[in-house]
């Protein structure tokens, strides 16, 4: 650690880092350092209880019957990965113009899976799997006769799966 350079906007002391990892992804160099901090959050609870299951139709549906629609980025990207990819296969191997052309699909896909990893994690807390097979696109009750979608009777069923296991408070 003393060949490193050190400014004055550190936010960690260098006793508290404990790893660092270099990582190579498509648009550069990344290090990612492990640091040994007590982090505390203050968190109100909002005392409502939900279930959540994800779907195919939408990204996911809650017990309260709200959805969100899946963004579907990698659809949307499908016709830009599909050109930069004929644009690899024209290319001559091991030519530097095909590693700039396999540089540039390369990049496409990170960004596709980096707005699919931000939008999971900004949206959706748990991910469950249900058994029903995926033809089945409603549930009918035949005691209550309630029919509801599949994807929003999962998630109350989650629901009270969950608050019969930990317990209502």
Known sequence: MAGLKTN????????????VRLVR????????????????EQVEPSK???GLDVGLNHFYTDSN???????RFLR????QLKKLQRKVSKRKKGSANRRKAIKRLA?????????????????ARCVVRFKKSL???????????????????????ILAIGLNRVGHT
């Open 8 to 19: 004055c906007c550190n936010f960690y002391q260098i006793e508290k880092i404990k790893r």
């Open 25 to 40: 992804r498509a648009d550069g160099y990344y290090a990612q350092f492990c640091v040994d901090v007590d982090r505390k």
């Open 48 to 50: 409502k209880t939900v």
């Open 65 to 71: 019957g709200q959805t969100v629609d899946n963004p």
């Open 76 to 79: 949307k990207s499908e016709r």
């Open 107 to 123: 990049r496409k896909h990170l960004q596709v899976s980096r707005q699919r990893k931000d939008f999971a994690v900004k949206t």
């Open 135 to 157: 033809s089945e696109r409603t549930y009918q009750c035949s005691h209550y006769g309630t029919v509801l979608d599949r994807d929003h009777n999962a998630a109350l069923n």
